[in-house]
């Protein structure tokens, strides 16, 4: 059973950072990649930043430049350094890992992420 633990959010003032953290734990744990999505109130799930196994990083949307992916291997976690936060970041934010099938097999209970003054 794979596990995901996530850690690092919270409430921010905008302008200001969060890094968010996420663990995972498990047997014959085969990871592709690793990614961060979230999901405002009333708006689908998306892809946020995502990074493989070899470093190779992958900003979908406008936040690169923003926000920072970056990958511990040995510890297999994975880590989301959110810099100049903006209200509309508010969310939840879920750890994710990409199985060898290339696939988002495995997802963490995620964390709340609140902007706001």
């Known amino acids: 059973q794979v596990q995901l633990v996530e850690s690092g959010g919270g409430l921010v003032q905008p302008g200001g950072s969060l890094r968010l953290s996420c663990a995972a734990s498990?047997?014959?744990?085969?990871?592709?990649?690793m990614g961060w999505y979230r999901q405002a109130p009333g708006k689908q799930r998306t892809l946020v930043a995502s990074?493989?196994?070899?470093?190779?990083?992958n900003y979908p949307g406008s936040l690169k430049g923003r926000f920072t992916i970056s990958r511990d291997n040995a510890r297999n976690t994975v880590y989301l350094q959110m810099n100049s936060l903006k209200p509309e970041d508010t969310a939840v934010y879920y750890c994710?890992?990409?199985?060898?099938?290339?696939?988002?097999?495995?997802w963490g209970q995620g964390t709340q992420v609140t902007v706001s003054s």
């Open positions: 994710s890992i990409m199985g060898l099938g290339r696939t988002w097999d495995f």
């Open positions: 498990g047997r014959s744990l085969s990871i592709y990649a």
């Open positions: 990074i493989t196994s070899d470093g190779i990083t």
